[in-house]
């Protein structure tokens, strides 16, 4: 019923949040796609050597990220929903939560780098490694550039800059993270899980 | 023209047409001796014609760029540039060095020219593009140092606007990895590691980030989009244009004695090199479109459009052509790396300096918002020329390089390199006719500020032709 009323005060836009950013998530997608085409085509060659070196990461640690990126996700969903009743304190609540997903995600992946380098392994090891450091690493930046994208908005929110007939921003910021969340969600069974 | 000091830009903008008439010159020259080998010999010898023919294609597009920058800045910045004397000053420095070093090249042998300018004291000559003597070096250092306080004194005491801050960042980047042009490792292959932090992190770096700022600058002034717009796409294309082309530097360590990762890393993010171009024509095509206002320089909104198209072109398809580590093991150093030279640099960035020379040029020299009518009309065929006659050049080292790559590498009979150079000898004497077109456009260029100076300044379309 609220929602009912939020969308009658702010008609629904499509796409939700800046034209602009939109064309970046392609952009970068289209990074990445190429990026995994890389991948399984490097793998073709030594399908063994994959899946040998495949056993050595900690996939439990990768499972918790996996969780905690979509859990950060449904926190940044509620946090637009917030902000369509105008509940700036809600939006502000909501995203705080989604940045605490975003730590405890660059917290276990940089535990699982510090594993991998202390045992000397490095982009010049094997194909495998290489894959696996410079993929994640890439993804890595990525979830950082998406946390300093939603501490912006969050900010804002607390200064009660957005509200619920304009919140392009929030929405601007959600897309972003629900793409970096979407990318882990293709890069963890590929590179984990898949044999 | 909006402030005094915006006047500083106006030697730098005909010092730089000069070079340019300069470099074609030599172009055509090194073009002949390709299929007449000792023409001009022992004259001027191919090396150094070569070295003269890339040498001022940098400078003169340096001396564009800081035009470019003295124009936009106390414009963007809202007030006069801090010290127009010094950048006057740096002017008659940057010209003389300029001069004098291409003097030395062609007056002295290469060798002695080190030996004259004590290049054993801190040794950084001898390398592609940065054959510049050590002392000549060190004089780009301080006029860059001078031209950035300049510029970034006037931006930081000025409105900040996304365009001056994208424009300074370009620069401030094009002078640091300039430094690294003084570090010259004797281990073969960091000696080229490093020296594509000057070559490449310019081109599909630092570069584009002024390319992209100075069009943004043109398009808010001749097609009244909301500068906010504009300046979001200016954002998505610079963060795309990093994110790709820093990495991408690994097209060039594919066979160098680098990792072997790079192949990967250099195939991946080059392959997406062309994102940020596409995305600059969609931009240019839709502000235009999206337009409040017709502006009467209509050869500036030419320029602008084309530098959008032909950079995508020349830099990003071209660029995309031999980029793939596997393609690139056999088009490595062909004419397919010319053909994607040539195209670029003209596309991307001859083409961006011709287009912000068209913008601000009638207005240096007293104009409103543009030249006569048949100043323009004139400009416009230079346009066309120049731009027809450079596809040609890189369709005919295209197919050079093609059949060059076949013959040489990839048939089982594979032939020498000067029994190859032979048969596609053809296509260099194209290529020459090409270039003798792209001369004749660049004459008209220059015919057309002298044509027309006496007659009324055209017409915005639409509008009454009272002017």
């Known amino acids: 019923m609220t929602y009912a009323l939020a969308s009658a005060v702010a008609p629904r836009r499509y796409p939700p949040g800046d034209l602009a950013i939109w064309i970046f998530i392609l952009a970068e997608l289209s990074v990445f796609a190429a990026f995994f085409a890389a991948y399984a085509f490097g793998r073709l060659g030594q399908v063994e050597l994959f899946n040998a070196y495949q056993q050595t990461l900690d996939r439990r640690s990768a499972l918790i990220n996996t969780l905690a990126l979509i859990t950060g996700s449904y926190f940044v969903v509620r946090a637009t929903a917030a902000i369509r009743e105008d509940d700036s304190r809600g939006c502000f609540d909501w995203l705080l939560a989604a940045l605490g997903m975003g730590t405890l995600f660059v917290v276990l992946k940089s535990a699982e780098y510090a594993h991998h380098l202390g045992e000397g392994i490095h982009l010049g090891t094997n194909r495998f490694y290489m894959f696996y450091l410079s993929l994640t690493f890439f993804h890595f930046m990525h979830v950082l550039m998406g946390m300093v994208i939603l501490a912006a908005v969050a900010l804002k929110a607390r200064r009660g800059g957005y509200s619920a007939a304009e919140h392009t921003g929030v929405e601007t910021g959600g897309a972003y993270w629900h793409m970096v969340d979407l990318v882990w969600l293709i890069l963890f069974p590929l590179v984990y899980v898949m044999r | ?467």
């Not at chain 2, 003097?103 to 950084?124: F, I």
């Open chain 2, 1 to 467: 023209m909006q402030y005094k000091s915006q006047a500083v830009a106006k030697p730098y903008f005909i010092a730089a047409i000069g070079l340019f008439v300069g470099q074609i010159l030599f172009g055509l020259i090194i073009g002949l001796q390709y299929v007449v080998g000792d023409f001009l010999f022992p004259e001027i010898p191919f090396n150094v014609g070569r070295m003269v023919h890339t040498n001022l294609l940098i400078v003169w597009l340096l001396f564009g760029f800081m035009g470019a920058a003295y124009y936009m800045v106390p414009e963007e910045s809202e007030r006069e540039l801090v010290a127009p004397w010094l950048a006057h000053l740096m002017f008659w420095i940057f010209l003389v060095a300029g001069a004098l070093t291409v003097l030395g090249y062609l007056m002295v042998p290469y060798a002695k020219l080190a030996e004259l300018t004590q290049n054993t004291v801190l040794p950084t000559m001898g390398r592609e593009f940065l054959e510049q003597p050590t002392i000549t070096k060190i004089g780009i250092v301080i006029v860059a140092l001078a031209f950035l306080f300049n510029v970034g004194l006037t931006v930081l005491m000025g409105r900040k606007t996304v365009v001056n801050l994208v424009l300074l960042l370009g620069l401030l980047g094009l002078a640091v990895f300039f430094l690294f042009s003084f570090y010259n490792p004797d281990n073969l292959v960091l000696d080229k590691y490093y020296w594509w932090w000057v070559v490449h992190l310019w081109v599909e770096g630092v570069w584009e980030l002024i390319l992209g700022s100075i069009l943004a600058f043109v398009l808010i002034k001749t097609t009244g989009v909301d500068r906010e717009v504009i300046e979001k796409w200016l954002y998505v294309i610079i963060a795309m244009t990093l994110i790709t082309g820093i990495i991408g530097t690994g097209h060039h360590y594919y066979w160098i004695g680098t990792p072997e990762y790079w192949q990967w890393w250099g195939s991946i993010f080059s392959a997406m090199e062309p994102i940020p171009f596409f995305m600059m024509t969609v931009f240019a095509f839709n502000m235009v479109n999206r337009r409040r206002r017709n502006h009467p320089n209509k050869a500036a909104m030419l320029w602008a459009l084309g530098t959008a198209v032909m950079a995508f072109l020349g830099a990003g398809v071209w660029g995309f052509l031999h980029t793939l580590a596997p393609v690139n093991y056999y088009t490595h150093g062909t004419q397919i790396t010319a053909a994607h030279g040539h195209m670029a640099f003209y596309g991307a960035y001859v083409m961006i300096n011709l287009t912000i020379i068209s913008y601000a040029m009638p207005l240096l020299r007293g104009r409103k918002a543009a030249n006569s009518e048949r100043s323009q009309v004139l400009e416009m065929w230079s346009f066309w020329l120049m731009t027809v006659a450079m596809v040609f050049i890189t369709l005919f080292l295209t197919g050079a390089g093609v059949l060059q790559v076949w013959l040489q590498r990839y048939t089982a009979t594979p032939q020498p390199f000067m029994a190859v150079q032979d048969q596609i000898a053809l296509f260099y004497w194209l290529r020459e006719i090409a270039g003798v077109v792209f001369l004749a456009g660049l004459v008209t260029y220059i015919a057309s500020f002298f044509v027309g100076s006496k007659e009324p300044e055209a017409a915005a379309e639409g509008a009454s032709a009272t002017a």
